[in-house]
Nanobody, 111 residues
């Protein structure tokens, strides 16, 4: 079982970035997928989740800026991030069913 996150990097404030998480070893389409993040010195918090029926949930601070989506044919979940701010700087982790974790990808937003 593996969740491989990628696509992080350095982006200026106001910019956009899409990160991805490829899953293997699980029946992807039956799992609720999510993105979490850990900012420097803070705990890991939920950013967005997407259920098997495609319904989504977001933390208030990213509503209207981030979009989570999934491609069951590719076993991949995405997080499109727009209008990024330095407060979005964090290591982003993908999660499956609240119990499986990927290794994280670092997103740094410069001011």
């Amino acid at each position: 079982v593996q969740l491989q996150a990628f696509g992080g990097g350095l982006v200026p404030a106001g910019g956009s970035l899409r990160i991805s998480c490829a899953a293997s070893g699980i029946a992807f389409r039956t799992y609720r997928m999510g993105w979490y993040r850990r900012a420097p010195g803070k705990q890991r918090d939920m950013v967005a989740t997407i259920n098997t029926d495609g319904s989504t949930n977001y933390v208030d601070s990213v509503k209207g800026r981030f979009t989570i989506s999934r491609d069951n044919a590719k076993n991949t979940v995405y997080l499109q991030m727009n209008s990024l701010t330095p407060e979005d700087t964090a290591v982003y982790y993908c999660n499956a069913n609240g119990i499986l974790w990927g290794q994280g990808t670092l997103v740094t937003v410069s001011s």
